[in-house]
């Protein structure tokens, strides 16, 4: 057995100092990464029948897990140890205090995860990356390469890995939170037409919210598990203000913080909200609108580089191409 991890630890030596052999299998890696998302798309697995039955059963999830709250049993699931895992890790290094932030939460609801265990993940993966980076570098750069830089330069570069590693999961769940925050904000017009057109028909607030969440869900699968989660909350809460603004807290948009308001309006004193939803779902669409003229204004100058760097020498061969070649001919 030992003589075989020498032979795997030097064979994994002579492939990392053999330039061709690197090179080729990054070559195939990324031939095999280009083939693999060229067929993604054709691959993957429709999960909006699974993702909106979920978003069904939210209210008896939220009743469920109340009783089982109030009735505590002694039996422990693996999830619940897993996270019980995970808070006793926090809590033993105080990881809410050195990598915690005061938005954290909110960001990690923004993003979808409204587990409990979702901020107690978050910040133990915030600790375990950087140091797994740390010892990753630390092992390419001291042990596996020799590198003719300064041992200074190299551990430079070794806190330079771990610092990514501080700021990668703040990253993700960054982009994690602003692609959800796009497809609501390019559904949320529509949604406001089928709410309006629920509430001018006579459904109560309640079944316009589990109507429309049915109903744009093949636009938008976060907003439908956003209404829908409303709809349960609805129900659930004694006060109805206060599902209306989860729903602005979850989803951080001010088009849908401004439809919130004028809900929370209409439960207080009885306002009609048809006209309010008229004209807030005309406003969304004007936004939805400039955002669109925005980025096709901001188109030609981001054009302007790649056509300075590509089309213009191929432009200048072609059209000098056949001059040159005729004065070299003369000559």
Not at 44 to 72: F, H, T, W
Not at 191 to 214: N, P, Q, T, W, Y
Not at 245 to 271: F, H, I
Not at 312 to 328: C, D, Q
Request: some cysteine; proline content about 5%; hydrophobic content about 50%.
């Amino acid at each position: 057995m030992v003589e075989i991890a020498h032979d795997i630890v030097l064979l994994i030596l002579r492939v990392i100092h053999d330039p061709r052999l690197l090179t080729t299998i990054l070559i195939a890696i990324a031939a095999a990464a280009t083939v693999l998302t060229l067929a993604m798309p054709v691959m993957q697995n429709d999960g909006l029948l699974r993702r909106m039955n979920n978003v069904a059963l939210e209210r008896s999830k939220i009743r469920a897990r109340e009783r089982e709250r109030a009735a505590k049993g002694d039996a422990v699931s693996l999830r619940q140890a897993q996270n019980a895992t995970m808070k006793r890790v926090v809590d033993i290094f105080n990881l809410s205090r050195w990598l915690g932030t005061e938005d954290a939460r909110a960001r990690l609801t923004m993003a979808g995860y409204r587990s409990p265990a979702a901020m107690w993940t978050f910040l133990v993966f915030r600790a375990v990356t950087p140091l797994a980076l740390l010892a990753l570098s630390l092992l390419y750069l001291f042990v596996l390469v020799n590198l003719a830089f300064p041992p200074l330069f190299k551990v430079a570069i070794c806190i330079g890995v771990a610092y990514i590693g501080v700021k990668a999961p703040e990253l993700f769940l960054k982009n994690s939170v602003q692609k959800r925050q796009l497809s609501i904000r390019r559904a949320w017009p529509d949604a406001l037409d089928l709410l309006l057109i629920c509430v001018e028909s006579g459904m109560s607030i309640e079944h316009a919210f589990r109507k429309v969440s049915g109903e744009v869900a093949t636009a938008s699968v976060p907003l439908a598990e956003e209404l829908g989660v409303t709809t349960a909350e609805l129900s659930y809460l004694p006060d109805r203000r206060q599902a209306f603004e989860n729903l602005a807290a979850r989803t951080g948009l001010d088009g849908v913080k401004a439809v919130t308001t004028a809900l929370v309006q209409s439960e207080r004193y009885g306002t009609p909200l048809g006209h309010t939803l008229r004209v807030l779902a005309q406003e969304n669409r004007d936004m939805r609108m400039m955002e669109a003229e925005k980025k096709a204004a901001a188109l030609p100058p981001m054009l302007t580089v790649p056509m300075i760097v590509f089309f213009l020498p191929v432009l200048f061969v072609v059209i000098m191409g056949p001059a040159m070649i005729s004065v070299m001919g003369l000559k």
